[in-house]
């Protein structure tokens, strides 16, 4: 069993910038690769972001985030993030984070084993 829990949304301005931070609980969150997912009203929940976990190496990023997202963890704290940099108007959605047991994350959600309530991150234009 694992529970995420997210935190640091919120709203922002075009060109500004969050950073989510997701906290798992149990004794297993290093067997679990990590990611973010996000969902906009009336949209599908679309992949973000993936980190592996052995020893948060190996990355994957949707191509609408890349250069601007970045996902990492500490598996001390049990803890995974996702630094947003110039954020735009179209980021604006609920984050979610997920976990999936195993080396990788797949970018799908329908392969996610775990998920979080979600944070919402809005942005102003």
């Known amino acids: 069993q694992v529970q995420l829990v997210e935190s640091g949304g919120g709203l922002v301005q075009a060109g500004g910038s969050l950073r989510l931070s997701c906290a798992a609980s149990?004794?297993?969150?290093?067997?679990?690769?990590m990611g973010w997912f996000r969902q906009a009203p009336g949209k599908e929940r679309a992949f973000v972001a993936g980190?592996?976990?052995?020893?948060?190496?190996?990355?994957d990023y949707a191509d609408s985030v890349k250069g601007r997202f970045t996902i990492s963890r500490d598996n001390a704290k049990n803890t995974v993030y996702l630094q947003m940099n110039s954020l735009k108007p179209e980021d604006t959605a609920v984050y979610y984070c997920?976990?999936?047991?195993?080396?990788?994350?797949?970018?799908?959600?329908?392969?996610?084993?775990?998920w979080g309530k979600g944070t919402l991150v809005t942005v102003s234009s």
């Open positions: 997920a976990a999936e047991y195993g080396g990788n994350l797949r970018p799908y959600a329908e392969a996610m084993d775990y």
């Open positions: 980190i592996s976990w052995s020893g948060g190496s190996t990355t």
């Open positions: 149990g004794r297993t969150f290093s067997s679990y690769a």
